[in-house]
Structure formats: C-alpha cells, structure tokens
C-alpha cells in the first residue's frame, strides 16, 4: 500500500488504544507502520537494484522483531525521554505486521520468507493506491474533528479517547474491506477460468483489482501460445474473445543470448507473468532489441515493468537495463 494508508494504519492503531502502551505511542506507531520501506533507500542503485532489494529483508517475518526496533530507536532519541520499552516494542511489533498484512493484498507482492525463501506472496486484492480506502481515512481523520465541533455547538460534552470510535471503525473497514474484495476477487478468477480463448483454454488466469472501482478487474489470462487481457466488470457480461490478444514468440537464439544476461535472471526472479519480444533496432545493422515484461504490470500497449536488451548480429549484447515505466530509448 501507499504511505498514506500505512501511516493512517499507525495512527488509528494508536487512537484504537495501543497508545495506553507506552508514551509517544503515536509516533511510534507511524513509524513502525513505515519501517519496512526502509528499503527505498535501494533506489540509490538504480532501477535494478532497487527491484532486486524492494520488498527483500525488511518485509521478512524473520526480520520483523528487527525493523520493531528502529522506530523506538529513532522517537527515543527524538524526544529525549522514557519510553516503556516492552509496552512500544509489542505495539511497534504489531505496527510492522499490519505493513506486511497490507502489502501482501497487492499484485507486487511481498517475500515473507527470506532468507530461506524467495518465493513472492501476493493476494491481489486491493491496487497499492485504492480510493476507498483513501475515502475511508479522510473520514476517519475529519470525523472526530468535526464531531468536536459540533459538540461544541451544542455543549455536549467529550468524553473518552478522541477519534477513538473513528479509528476502530477504520480498522475494521480495512478488515472487511479486504475480505469482501477477496470473495470479488474470487469470482474473478472464476469466470476466467472458465472460458475458452480463441479456441485455447487458459493455463493460468488472474485478476488484478481496479483502485476505484472494486467490482471491476483488470483480467489476465495466459494459454500457451498467448495473453489475452480484459476490461472484466462483474457486473455485466463478459465476452472471452474482446481481449487484447498478446502473442508470446518462438524459441530462438536472440531469446536464449538475452535469457542468459544478468538483467533478465534478475527480472526473471520477479516476473510472474513475462512476455518476451524480439523487435529490429535501426543501428547497428543487423542488431536486436529484446524485451520482457511483466503482463501484471502493463502490455505492449501500455508498456510496465521491462527488461530490455540490445543484442548485435553475432547476439552479443551491447547494453541492457531494466525500467519500471517501459522501455527505454534506443
């Protein structure tokens, strides 16, 4: 999820009433809620390394007791006063879990088990911006302030944890947010399944989910010699054949020669859904661009996350790079 929902998470996790834990329970929260995206800071080498090292340790179960302690670290020091160290550390603990719970709803996904295992978990059930959730936090920040407001209208008095209402019922959106996205979800997958594709029937399907709309899916549907992606709204008609059909090429050399380059092995570790390309390049004579992408991430049309190689005619590869946002300029 975004900075936003993760930070929100935090803070409603404090007016909830973690914040009878320890002093400083809001910050603490917040940071925490934060602290696995301390690996942006993998960024600072370049588009590559930062898909290698994004959601790697930090985003571990077993690095987890870890990361519950930078925030206190980090407020102890700020504040220069006592905190209750188990108290913020459980709270802090709970903060991080909720960061993983969150990320796993999305199609990026998350490698829970690192280091003994690279495998990517992901739920797809919820885009890393989602409206709704956004709507649900603005009212859930706005609601207790307008609530005092009112209140002071009438004279009414206030009583209890401000907000604390607001945040629980917050939290519990994003419960049954997600669990009702999920049952959407389901259904999804369900009717992709179940039809036939230009005479071929699916190897795999998915369905990644609208930030606006949720009832509305993007579909993905792999056969063996294609992709055929879908506008899918279930709540209307849905015709197999109106897919944007993405044929995958023939084995060949040019494939085989990028396949070995470390850009495309490191692409290949994260790529759920690769389509590969083999394009004519204008220079040098009788080069090759080769290119895979990652389907979840965008197609040929609208290009996502890339990895691309210029090969010469001898199949040597003169430069590659990974992109998130298409290929790059040859």
Do not use: C
Request: glycine share 8%.
């Amino acid at each position: 999820m975004d900075p936003l929902t993760h930070s929100a998470t935090g803070l409603f996790l404090s007016r909830a009433g973690l914040n009878r834990f320890t002093p400083y329970a809001a910050p603490i929260l917040i940071l925490a809620a934060n602290a696995p995206d301390l690996d942006i800071v993998s960024g600072a080498g370049g588009a590559l390394t930062y898909l290698n090292y994004h959601r790697h340790l930090t985003y571990a179960i077993a690095m987890a007791p870890v990361m519950a302690l930078v925030p206190l670290v980090a407020v102890r020091l700020a504040v220069r006063r006592p905190i209750h160290w188990k108290g913020a550390y459980l709270i802090s603990l709970i903060a991080v879990a909720t960061h993983l719970a969150l990320d796993s709803t999305n199609i990026y996904g998350i490698r829970l088990l690192l280091p003994f295992s690279a495998h990517w978990y992901h739920l797809d059930l919820t885009s890393v911006v989602d409206l709704w959730i956004w709507a649900m936090i603005l009212l859930a920040v706005a609601g207790p302030v307008l609530a005092r407001l009112v209140g002071s209208e009438i004279g009414a008095r206030s009583g209890g944890t401000p907000g604390r209402s607001f945040a629980i019922a917050a939290l519990a959106f994003l419960a049954l947010y997600n669990g009702a996205h999920a049952i959407l979800h389901d259904r999804a997958l369900s009717m992709l399944d179940a039809r036939i594709y230009q005479g071929a029937a699916p190897l795999r399907v998915a369905a990644f989910p609208d930030p606006a709309v949720p009832w509305r899916f993007r579909g993905l549907v792999e056969t063996r010699e294609f992709y055929s992606v879908h506008d899918l709204d279930l709540a209307a008609g849905f015709d197999p054949n109106a897919g944007h059909v993405f044929y995958k090429p023939e084995q060949s050399a040019a494939l085989n020669a990028a396949a070995r380059l470390r850009t495309f092995q490191d692409f290949g570790r994260f790529a759920q859904f690769p389509l590969w390309r083999v394009l004519p390049v204008a220079e040098p004579e009788g080069a090759v661009a080769v290119e895979s992408m990652d389907m979840r991430f965008g197609s040929p049309l609208h290009p996502g996350f890339v990895a691309t190689a210029i090969l010469d005619s001898r199949l040597d590869a003169l430069r590659s790079w990974f992109t998130f946002g298409g290929a790059a300029p040859r």
